[in-house]
């Protein structure tokens, strides 16, 4: 975060973003080009985010929470992404895609049985959704969910998952259809499956473009039985209720984009003051100087963009079209910042041992993750009436 923006931020919100972006200088820094270039996950990175509470911070105590709230969620993983976005992502995935469901929408026994161990990160959890037909289009989900003698069997297959198949990767939320409603459309309902289940198998990871270090499986669902009990809130309501969970979680998905944007930002500065060409620092030149001050001018109006949407969404007041404002604007910025950086920094920009080479990998999957630049303009114009 640009440090007029910590300076602004009332005491308890700054010393959050001053400790989140020192543990990302000094611990996620210098493991995070050994980690994306081997593609493995940061086991004792995630530990250490554990320890300090991130994974808990918007839960309360009796859950082994931190008693915060969303809005330092966002903060923790915008200082984060500055310098790693599978981290971030990880963070981002595990609370709010993991966790965050259970908290809205569990049981009291099932809130007591996985979110200790989830706001702690001693286990992961992940929500399985998108499917080769089915994402944004809820008709198109496949995966069926049947009652049989007090338990859900399970099968089908899904696509995209975070935080799916680590070694402490513990539980996955499917969305399944589980009927047929009075309209005749497909009965969504959401079912937690413990990923030891016998049925249960999280496929070989995906080779991606970039967050190599971030855990991303196809899950496949054979015969998968659990109990009856393990329905997650109302039958039916599953799709409904993702759709809440995924309003909440653009902007955390925007916070992690403004810190994409902003990183790219203070990496170009830095190697603008460094290298020097034709006598002089290549920041005195002033096409250079102007590129670096439209990447600061997009990172600080999609930082206000997601203040502005995280404030709606604590202070109780709809906040879906202000979320997918903030997730569009902050993810192009993101991707707009990470070519102007490579750009920049030239041949280096093109090498993988400059951070913004990873940025320019990393953010393209900001404007496709958790609804698609197109969703979030068809989410805003339907807000406005159109």
């Known amino acids: 975060m640009a440090e007029s923006a910590i300076s602004q931020l009332p005491d308890h919100y700054r010393r959050l973003a001053e400790t989140v972006a020192d543990f990302a200088r000094t611990v996620v820094a210098p493991v995070a080009a050994k980690h994306d270039a081997e593609r493995s996950f940061p086991y004792r990175v995630v530990a250490g985010m554990g320890e300090m509470g991130l994974f808990g911070l918007p839960f309360p105590e009796e859950y082994g929470g931190m008693d915060g709230d969303y809005f330092a969620l966002c903060l923790a993983i915008e200082e984060l992404a500055k310098i790693d976005q599978s981290v971030a992502i990880t963070l981002e995935a595990g609370v709010s895609l993991g966790a965050m469901p259970l908290f809205r929408f569990g049981t009291e026994a099932q809130k007591q049985e996985w979110l200790p161990r989830l706001t702690t990160a001693e286990s992961l959890a992940a929500f399985g959704l998108t499917e080769a037909g089915a994402g944004s289009d809820a008709g198109g989900t496949a995966t069926t969910a049947v009652l049989d003698h007090g338990e859900w069997v399970i099968d089908g297959s899904k696509q995209f998952i975070t935080n799916s198949g680590t070694d402490i990767s513990r539980l996955v939320t499917v969305t399944a259809v589980t009927g047929t409603t009075a309209s005749g459309k497909k009965e969504i309902s959401a079912i937690l499956v413990p990923t030891s289940t016998p049925g249960f198998t999280a496929e070989p990871a995906y080779d991606k473009v970039g967050w190599n270090a971030s855990d991303t499986h196809p899950l496949t669902f054979a015969g998968v039985r659990v109990p009856e009990e393990n329905l997650l809130g109302e ?145 805003i114009a339907r807000e406005l009436g159109l």
Do not use: W
């Open 235 to 379: 039958r039916g309501r599953g799709y409904a209720n993702f759709l809440r969970i995924l309003d909440e979680g653009r902007i955390a998905i925007a916070a992690l984009a403004v810190g994409a944007a902003q990183g790219c930002v203070d990496e170009s500065l830095r190697y603008s003051r460094e290298r020097e060409a034709f006598g002089r620092p290549i920041g005195a030149n002033q096409a250079i100087a102007f590129t670096i001050a439209r990447m600061e001018a997009r990172a600080h109006v999609a930082r206000t963009a997601y203040y502005d949407a995280a404030a709606l969404l604590l202070s109780g007041k709809p906040f879906k079209k202000q979320a997918a404002i903030a997730k569009l604007v902050a993810s192009e910025a993101a991707m707009d910042n990470a070519r102007d950086a490579t750009q920049i920094h030239g041949g280096y920009g093109f090498m993988n041992d400059y951070p913004v080479a990873r940025h320019y990998r990393d953010s393209k999957i900001l404007e496709i993750g958790e609804g698609t630049t197109e969703v979030q303009l068809m989410l």
